[in-house]
């Protein structure tokens, strides 16, 4: 089945402890993002991937990491998490702009 | 400026009513794409529609159809015959060319809609 998983599905933190949220897709596709949702600001993109090795920022990359060492993977870390990176967050990829985009499950983030 | 609005922040209904969910879009871009996603209370965005800028016909998919409109940059979404299990967060979303090689989607903030029995 064609899909992006992305793991864990919900986090509880503590201020400045470092985290990854995996995110895997096995279509194959050389485009991938990560978004946050927020209530009253929908949702904001923080990173893009083009392909392997190639990762730009996206309109809220503060506070954010990513990195592209293989075209399935496009893992979301946060080096040092504050509260205000409390949020939803949804993992995409895309073949084509045309074509839309398969979104992961999301992973609920609360950072205390 | 790329910028989707929809107006309607909430909506709700009786089961079985009609119901339509406005989408407004801003690009100068002359080829684009529309989409419309479902959010129901677990979270996941589940895709519903998409639609080119060269396309206008509408589109029907058994209760839900969608009406695009480019001369009022329009594109509009019915459920007819509403059920409760239409409940959900529905954004609608624009992903231009202009934003160059970076396909992000433009969302809408969104239409909670809560089909009540």
């Known amino acids: 089945e064609a899909q992006v998983t992305q793991n864990p599905r919900y986090l509880i933190t503590v201020t400045g402890k470092k985290l990854t949220v995996t995110c895997s897709q096995n279509?194959?596709?050389?485009?991938m993002s990560w978004y946050r949702q927020d209530p009253g600001l929908g949702l904001r993109q923080i990173y893009y991937s083009m392909n392997v090795e190639v990762t730009d920022k996206g309109d809220v990359p503060e506070g954010y990491k990513v990195s592209r060492k293989e075209k399935r993977n496009f893992p979301l870390i946060l080096e040092s998490p504050s509260p205000n990176q409390t949020s939803l967050y949804f993992c995409a990829s895309s073949v084509g702009r045309g074509h839309g985009y398969t979104f992961g499950s999301g992973t609920r983030l609360t950072v205390v | 400026a790329q910028k989707v609005t929809q107006a309607q922040t909430e909506i709700s209904v009786v089961e079985k009513e009609d119901v339509t969910l406005d989408c407004v879009y801003e690009?100068?871009?002359?080829?684009?794409?529309l989409f419309w996603y479902k959010q129901p209370p677990s979270g996941e965005l589940v895709f519903l529609i998409r639609r080119n800028s060269f396309d206008e016909q509408n589109e029907i998919s058994g209760r839900y159809s969608w009406n695009f409109q480019k001369s009022t940059s329009s594109f509009n979404f019915t459920i007819t015959a509403s059920q409760v299990v239409d409940s959900a967060v529905y954004f609608c979303?624009?992903?231009?060319?202009?934003?160059?090689?970076?396909?992000?989607?433009?969302w809408g903030l969104g239409t909670s809609l809560a089909v009540n029995p």
């Open positions: 690009t100068r871009d002359t080829t684009y794409y």
């Open positions: 279509m194959n596709h050389e485009y």
């Open positions: 979303a624009l992903s231009a060319l202009g934003d160059g090689n970076n396909r992000k989607l433009i």
